[in-house]
């Protein structure tokens, strides 16, 4: 699986902003995928997970309230709507996909995921 994560941007705080990962390779709807994100200086953390069906979500506490995942599987993609942004949501966002009996179990362990994409820059000033 090939992933390819786009959409991010400079926003200001309060904004909105979607992010897609669409997927190219083998059977994208067989994989949970999650969305990470790293800023500078620190180590990758965990911000959503949906199952390979769509039919569960989990979420960081940072994102609760603010982000949404979902996916078509018909188009390969899945997205992260977020809400309310804060300086601090500032990252770079990787989409990640894994099996689901793995990355649902640990959503926040890196090596729940098979591939990952090449990451986009969100960045929200204050």
């Known amino acids: 699986v090939q992933l390819q994560a786009s959409g991010g941007g400079l926003v200001q705080a309060g904004d909105s902003l979607r992010l897609s990962c669409t997927a190219s390779?083998?059977?994208?709807?067989?994989?949970?995928v999650g969305w990470f994100r790293q800023a500078p200086g620190k180590e990758r953390d965990f911000v959503a997970l949906?199952?390979?069906?769509?039919?569960?979500?989990n979420y960081a506490d940072s994102v609760k309230g603010r982000f949404t995942i979902s996916r078509d599987n018909a188009k390969n993609t899945v997205y992260l709507e977020m809400n309310s942004l804060k300086p601090e949501d500032t990252a770079v966002y990787y989409c990640?996909?894994?099996?689901?009996?793995?990355?649902?179990?640990?959503?926040?362990?890196?090596?729940?995921?098979?591939?990952w994409g090449q990451g986009t820059l969100v960045t929200v000033s204050s």
């Open positions: 390779g083998r059977t994208f709807s067989n994989y949970a």
């Open positions: 949906i199952t390979f069906n769509g039919e569960s979500r």
């Open positions: 990640a996909a894994g099996r689901t009996a793995t990355a649902w179990i640990t959503p926040g362990r890196t090596s729940a995921y098979d591939y």
